[in-house]
């Protein structure tokens, strides 16, 4: 007698659990605010402004017949010298809703940026793949010159938990070596299929 209610419970608990855990693909699109990569006052914790890091100017997109689709292409180079300590990398995500911009429980903080940068499992590799590999240094040396050819703002993340991420976000940005500090903010749109 009691094994069919133990059976049920189990069967319960399964059906509980993988309604939780459904896999989902979310399509992320950078958003063309994206070139107007410099933090606000508000979101800005930097000491270093990223323009007097880098030099994006010569970095252009084209549009896709989609109209959604961006293929960014040129040099991005480095204007100073990055101290040899390890860069730090902590990134907090914010979603637009009734016209401001809401923090959301997601953020990304890694010790070393350099590392994580050419880990094939974060979830960036798909853009950094895209750059030469003889151009992948980190940490660069002032002068140095990472370049794209048609990086495409589109991404796919494939078969992950399902979680309240669609919409607008913002990406705020911060990247610590030595005693400097700076902030890039990145728009993007989430959709979930």
Not at 16 to 45: H, P
Not at 48 to 69: C, N, R, Y
Not at 93 to 116: E, G, H, Y
């Amino acid at each position: 007698m009691e094994q069919p209610t133990v059976k049920c419970c189990i069967l319960l608990l399964v059906i509980l659990r993988t309604g939780v855990c459904t896999a989902v693909n979310y399509e992320i699109i950078g958003d063309e605010k994206t070139m107007a990569i410099e933090c606000d006052g508000v979101d800005n914790e930097g000491d270093v402004p990223v323009k007097q890091i880098l030099d994006i100017s010569d970095v252009h997109f084209a549009i896709a017949d989609d109209l959604e689709t961006l293929y960014y292409s040129g040099d991005i180079k480095l204007l100073m010298d990055i101290p040899m300590d390890p860069i730090t990398f902590e990134v907090d995500v914010f979603r637009r809703m009734r016209s401001q911009w809401l923090p959301t429980p997601f953020s990304i903080k890694r010790d070393n940026f350099c590392k994580a940068l050419l880990d094939p499992w974060e979830f960036w590799h798909p853009v950094v793949k895209e750059i030469p590999k003889d151009q992948l240094k980190c940490p660069p040396s002032k002068g140095h010159i990472y370049s794209l050819s048609n990086v495409s703002n589109h991404l796919f993340v494939n078969n992950m938990p399902s979680v309240d991420i669609a919409g607008d976000l913002k990406a705020v940005v911060h990247l610590s070596s030595g005693r400097h500090k700076t902030c890039v903010v990145i728009f993007v749109k989430v959709y979930a299929n």
